[in-house]
């Protein structure tokens, strides 16, 4: 291929980049759109999509009374005050205007919506859509849009090239480097925007930034390339300060590298049975406890962020459904063994979780007491069953990660800056290559998908206007 010229290059076919591509093409400019991977897309393949705005069509449908300014407020109780007020500010403002942009090329969501989502700790105003089909219910409406930008001769896209680096002159940039199968070719743009996503498939960025590397989900491609190409030529990235786990997962059974939420771990859906016991052989919070933000922070205190949620036999026979799978793949699971141990005795059971026993037998005999009193020494309500008889189960459980928190430094024009604050012409941002910590130290319901679009939305309609 030879070096091409555009109006703007996108870089990163995902849940910014897709908007972004689209909206400058609807402005008759012409759009390069590089994606690594061989498909459109990216984290949308395993998103579930739900996405937060205020002041929709679709509240006012329900009688809901909302406004950005609310969900601004919301956000910052929700996160203690520590989003980034002006980011926050431009997404909250401009989410409502985005879900009428995704309403109009066919985008729908649960009829049910909008709703009190109970996987964060809960906005004020139900104001979370869950996206119909999840993630590819946002992939399809997308890809209408680009097949039509194609044909109208605007978008061309490039699958399976990766962007190296970014081509760097007098202060600003002038276009990227791309890897292909036929080599290294250069493409120039008079604008570059970034949403290359975060770098949540990279062990090695995640050791960098955070000193450790959790169990995660995520896209082979979403490899920070984004962060270090900027890095490169003076940007700089921040809010690794306010990386968080999610609560609970466990490892996927087909590909055990990769974990997602597989157990009924949220206690407003399921009031626990089990205990939550961590390697020392000691419980650390009451199960039952709401907040979600709270459960998430108990759980980062762990060493390696893991615990083992452990019943016995009547609870395993006694207890609501906890597992999403199938009683035959249930057993099989624990055939297997790995994070999954079954056995006779609370000894053999310490001994197959690398825990100490006296901590195990220690720690369950409280439970029990406090269990048959009625007051937990945790504070616990929901003790339904003592742990007392065998066989005794124990599930490894994760705090897992399936987006960044540190990113991009950004200005108000989403475009990445030095440390002294000065912009790099030609270059602009969004989705989590200018990382989620922007929302503040806490998770904010669908605020991340939601934010990316809205971000990428608008750098499509304002680049080079
Ligand atoms: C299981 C799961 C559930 C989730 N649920 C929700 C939810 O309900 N609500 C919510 O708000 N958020 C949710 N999230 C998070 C959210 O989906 C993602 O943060 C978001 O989709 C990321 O969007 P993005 O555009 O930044 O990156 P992506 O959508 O990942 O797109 C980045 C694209 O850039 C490409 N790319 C990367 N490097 C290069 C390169 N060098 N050259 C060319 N292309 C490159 C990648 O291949 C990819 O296609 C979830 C995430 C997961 C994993």
Redesign the pocket.
């Known amino acids: 291929m030879a070096n091409r010229a555009f109006d703007v290059i996108v870089?990163?076919?995902?849940?910014?980049?897709l908007p972004a591509a689209i909206c400058a093409a609807d402005r008759g400019l012409r759009v390069g759109l590089?994606?690594?991977?061989g498909v459109v897309g990216?984290?949308?393949h395993?998103?579930?999509?739900?996405?937060s705005a205020a002041g929709t069509s679709i509240q006012a449908r329900h009688g809901v009374v909302d406004s950005a300014e609310l969900h601004y407020d919301d956000c910052m109780r929700i996160n203690r005050g520590t989003g980034d007020a002006k980011l926050l500010a431009a997404w909250t403002q401009g989410a409502a205007e985005m879900i009428e942009w995704l309403l109009s090329i066919g985008w729908s969501c649960d009829p049910d919506a909008p709703v009190l989502a109970p996987e964060h700790d809960l906005y004020a105003i139900p104001r979370t859509y869950r996206s119909t089909d999840q993630?590819f219910g946002l992939i399809d409406a997308f890809k209408r849009q680009l097949d039509r930008g194609r044909q109208q001769g605007n978008i061309e896209l490039l699958l399976n090239?990766?962007?190296r680096s970014l081509v760097h002159k007098d202060g600003a940039v002038g276009g990227i480097v791309v890897e292909r199968d036929s080599g290294l070719v250069e493409l120039n743009a008079r604008a570059v925007i970034l949403?290359?996503?975060?770098y949540t498939a990279s062990e090695r960025h995640w050791r960098d930034i955070h000193g450790m590397a959790p169990l995660r989900?995520?896209?082979p491609?979403?490899?920070g390339?984004?962060l270090e190409a900027v890095s490169d030529i003076g940007g700089y990235y921040r809010f690794s300060e306010h990386v968080l786990p999610t609560f609970g997962g466990t490892r996927d059974i087909d590909s055990p590298d990769f974990a997602?939420i597989y157990t009924v771990i949220l206690p407003s859906i399921r009031p626990p049975w089990e205990i939550y016991v961590n390697a020392s052989g000691e419980r650390f919070m009451a199960e039952d406890e709401p907040s979600i933000d709270a459960r998430e922070r108990a759980l980062m205190k762990q060493p390696e962020w893991f615990f083992w949620c452990i019943f016995d036999q009547a609870i395993h026979e006694q207890s609501p459904k906890f597992f999403r799978w199938s009683d035959g793949q249930v057993a099989e699971l624990f055939a297997r063994g790995g994070d999954y141990v079954i056995a006779d005795t609370l000894e053999e059971l310490a001994a197959k979780c690398a825990m100490p026993p006296n901590a195990l037998f220690a720690t369950v005999a409280n439970y029990n007491r406090g269990q048959a009193a009625g007051q937990d020494s945790f504070g616990r309500r929901a003790m339904p069953l003592p742990i007392s008889g065998g066989p005794y189960y124990a599930v490894k459980h994760y705090g897992i990660s399936?987006?960044s928190a540190a990113g991009l430094a950004v200005n108000a024009d989403l475009a990445p800056v030095r440390q002294d604050g000065s912009p790099i012409d030609g270059l602009y941002a969004a989705?989590?290559?200018i990382g989620?910590g922007f929302l503040g130290n806490a998770f904010l319901s669908?605020?991340?998908?939601?934010a990316?679009v809205t971000f990428g939305r608008q750098l499509g309609q304002r680049v080079l206007a």
């Open positions: 870089v990163g076919a995902g849940t910014a980049g590089v994606e690594a991977a990216g984290t949308l395993l998103s579930t999509a739900s996405i993630g090239t990766r962007m949403t290359t996503g975060g989900y995520f896209r491609t979403v490899l390339d984004g997602w399936i987006c989705g989590e290559v989620v669908g605020s991340i998908v939601s990316a």
